[in-house]
């Protein structure tokens, strides 16, 4: 875990209009690892997440500055397409959205299909997903449409759709919390595995979870990066005062 | 427990009167059909579907030309409205939020509101005036005008009811916006819009006004786009204005087939939808 | 504390465990000092008033850990919460083995009883007020959250082995005089040697107290006094 760093994000700013959303992060993710950003409503972990696959800047009257750097390359850099920058960068969200018109295997092989791959699909959909902990409960009816799932079912089916374009980091934004316990649990493991391959970043409200899952906590409040560090220290005894408040439940 | 028997009472008295409305709105409906049904079937025939009219008091004589008038028409209308509709509306829900998508949703507005025969009027100001003679494309040209309105205003609602999130989930994955539009939103609302456009195309078929001084009208087979061509709704307005009655006759014979027709592209295209929803769905 | 929890039922729960902490380490406080006063004064009817209380401290740490158990199962607690209940968990163990200590006190004084004194007991009452002020200064660092005051207690056992000590060889020459007095100078080595493991007991509470306030863990003796 103390091995390169995949994503380094430096003095980042966003803002919604005049609107503040994030100040002066900087911050650095290593590779094969899970970082949580925690925090309390409205402190901008949301929209941190979307500045580093440059979703933020679709929003109308969305702007950022600053760097994210991917292996040391800025992804903010004039001449970086966002649109190939989202396949190395993939996305899960908070409420599964399988395309609805599409099967359980059109829907894993969809971001393949639309960007023009002509190789042997179904190799890919059956590898996606094993590594998302589904194929052994669809692996018969691969034919099904997607809506027909549950909820957690779902939840891995998006995540074996973001697997098949072959990112290298993975955001999630808190991808369990529409989800009942048995389902959260499963999405945890499976982040436990995905991480020798993948690096996550995770966004999360429960804390709980937070510390279930990640290697490094981030601790983001009124748009500031207030601590970041070690899961275990954020939890046992953590620097700032601030940090000690919203684990201990003073405030949030 | 007398609250209880006054909302019961209450209850039961909206059922019946709501139940008495629909019969009033249905009964016109279900006694137009039957008049039509009635009145029409003793003249069907298999000639009648396929043979050209007849002068008056010959016996026989059919509408073919005019049911494939009515079907070519309203095929080229489609050639041309339905990428123009559909397009605008996807236009307007993707992109239409600036000043200019204001003018277009403004446009259409005004145009829907436009009554048939005005559109017609239009259409033989540009079309036929400029080629001078009456045409296929004419009435082609006024139908594709009055769908292009609605189909425009019914896609763009159709297209913003499709969440936000599949949009996401899209572009997450490295999908060009507009390779998202097309291919996920659109066929996320393809359901709808077919019935949309099932809808423009039931329309289009059954006007007259618009079609009197455009394709005009033709008592032979006609397949040349450039020539005045026979419609059913056309014939049936000239069967029905005729003192004659032998043509009052073929006039809800026509009438009848034209419901059938419509009625049964209705069907095949509900049947289309179900089958593609099952398979998307369920 | 600076600020409360937002659930004030969890800010009142760690509360009642401080209490019952205080009200434990206050009982075993008053148990040594009367127990040594019973050896001093001849006194076996406070010997067995001293070896009966025993049964209320027992009673306390049964409480507490429960107290603690469903602290750690109901509330998931976090950060500083989490080093006080863990705290908490160790403390009351060797609180409970420091009233056992008392308790072996009033035993030897009750075996003195039986025998004529055997001299003055300065030294052993200084023994005694050590460790008691050892305990009274490790209780205070834990509410008052004082890790430099706990530090304190922690080198202040230099002072008790080495009163220990000389109690001790001062008890060896008076056996190898007076065989006649091997019996009481044995009993008094005895209760020494209690109040000198007491004294150790108070250095394990003071060292969970430095973990608790600052989060490092100042047990070993390789990492004794943090820097």
């Known amino acids: 875990m103390n091995g390169p760093i995949k994503l380094r994000v430096e003095r980042l700013q966003a803002r919604f209009g005049d609107h503040h959303v994030l100040r002066d992060v900087t911050l650095e993710v290593p590779a094969s690892s899970v970082m949580a950003v925690i925090g309390p409503s409205g402190c901008g972990k949301s929209t941190f997440l979307r500045c580093l696959n440059r979703m933020h800047e679709l929003v109308p009257g969305a702007s950022s500055e600053g760097g994210v750097y991917l292996d040391g390359e800025d992804l903010y850099r004039r001449g970086v397409d966002p649109v190939l920058l989202r396949r190395r960068v993939g996305m899960v969200f908070q409420r599964p959205n399988p395309f609805p018109t599409m099967s359980i295997r059109d829907n894993v092989a969809a971001g393949l299909k639309l960007n023009g791959f002509r190789g042997r699909l179904d190799d890919v959909v059956e590898r996606c997903l094993r590594q ?7 692996k018969d ?3 099904a449409p997607a809506t027909s799932l549950s909820g957690g079912q779902q939840q891995r089916l998006c995540i074996a759709r973001a697997l098949a374009v072959e990112p290298e980091v993975l955001l999630m934004d808190e991808p369990a919390s529409a989800l009942d316990p048995v389902a959260t649990a499963k999405i945890e493991e499976l982040m436990h595995e995905l991480k020798e391959r993948y690096t996550i970043v995770i966004v999360t409200h429960n804390m709980q979870q937070a510390a279930r899952v990640s290697d490094r906590t981030a601790f983001f409040y009124m748009g500031e990066l207030v601590e970041a560090g070690a899961t275990e220290k954020i939890f046992t005894n953590p620097t700032e005062q601030r940090t000690e408040d919203y684990v201990t439940g003073k405030f949030g | 427990m007398k609250a209880l028997v006054l909302r019961r009472a209450v209850n ?29 079937v003793a003249g069907l025939s298999l000639s009648f579907f396929t043979a050209l009219p007849t002068p008056v008091g010959e016996p026989g004589g ?44 403004f446009t259409a507005e005004v145009f829907s509101g436009v009554p048939s025969i005005v559109i017609g009027i239009v259409a033989y100001g540009i079309v036929v005036v400029a080629m001078r003679r009456f045409s296929m494309i004419a009435g082609a040209l006024a139908l594709a005008l009055l769908m292009v309105p609605t189909l425009a205003r019914s896609t763009e609602e159709l297209v913003r009811l499709v969440p936000g999130t599949l949009r996401e989930a899209s572009l997450a994955l490295g999908v060009p916006a507009w390779k998202t539009s097309l291919r996920v939103v659109l066929r996320t609302a393809a359901g709808g819009i077919l019935t949309a456009v099932l809808l423009a195309i039931a329309r289009a078929a059954g006007e007259t006004a618009p079609l009197l001084f455009t394709s005009l009208n033709n008592q032979y087979w006609n397949v040349r786009p450039d020539q005045p061509t026979a419609s059913l709704t056309v014939q049936i307005f000239n069967y029905a204005i005729s003192p004659y009655e032998d043509w009052h006759q073929k006039a809800w014979s026509a009438a009848l087939v034209l419901l059938l027709l419509v009625g049964s592209l209705n069907l095949l295209a509900r049947l289309a939808l179900r089958r593609s929803a099952a398979g ?3 | 504390m600076t600020t409360a929890h937002t659930d004030k039922a969890y800010d009142r729960e760690l509360q009642e465990l401080r209490d019952k902490l205080l009200a434990m380490g206050g009982k075993i406080e008053a148990a040594i000092a009367g127990s040594v006063r019973s050896i001093t004064e001849r006194d076996p009817e406070l010997a067995r008033r001293i070896k009966s209380a025993d049964a209320e401290v027992n009673r306390l740490e049964v ?23 863990t705290t908490a968990l160790k403390i009351v163990t060797d609180l409970e083995r420091m009233g056992d200590l008392a308790v072996n006190v009033a035993d030897r004084a009750l075996d003195l009883h039986q025998a004529p004194p055997l001299g003055p007991l300065h030294d052993l009452t200084s023994l005694a007020e050590a460790a008691e002020a050892q305990l009274a200064k490790a209780l205070d660092a834990f509410v008052q959250r004082d890790a430099a005051r706990a530090e304190e207690v922690i080198r202040g056992d230099e002072l008790l082995d080495a009163l220990y000590l000389k109690i001790f060889n001062e008890l060896l020459a008076l056996m190898m005089e007076d065989s006649r007095a091997i019996r009481r100078a044995t009993a008094l080595m005895f209760a020494a040697k209690h109040l000198e493991r007491f004294g150790d007991h108070a250095i394990n509470v003071a060292e969970m107290v430095v973990y608790m306030v600052r989060g490092t863990d100042v047990r070993h003796p390789r990492s004794r006094l943090a820097p």
Not at chain 2, 68 to 97: K, S
Not at chain 3, 67 to 85: E, H, N, V
């Open chain 2, 12 to 40: 039961v008295a909206v059922t019946v009167a709501c139940g008495a409305m629909v019969v009033f709105a249905v009964a016109p409906l279900g006694s137009l059909l039957w008049l039509v049904v009635s009145k029409g």
């Open chain 2, 62 to 105: 059919g509408v073919g030309n005019a049911i494939l008038g009515t079907a070519m028409l309203v095929g080229l209308a489609c050639l041309v409205g339905l990428p123009l509709g559909i397009g605008a509306g996807v236009f307007l829900a993707e992109r239409g939020d600036g000043p200019f998508g204001r003018a277009v949703r």
């Open chain 1, 141 to 143: 009816r691969l034919r």
């Open chain 2, 280 to 282: 998307g769905r369920a």
């Open chain 1, 132 to 138: 998302a902990a589904l194929w052994d409960e669809v």
């Open chain 3, 63 to 85: 409480e507490i850990d429960d107290a603690c158990r469903r602290l750690l199962a109901l509330r998931q607690p976090a950060a500083s919460d989490l080093r006080f209940i």
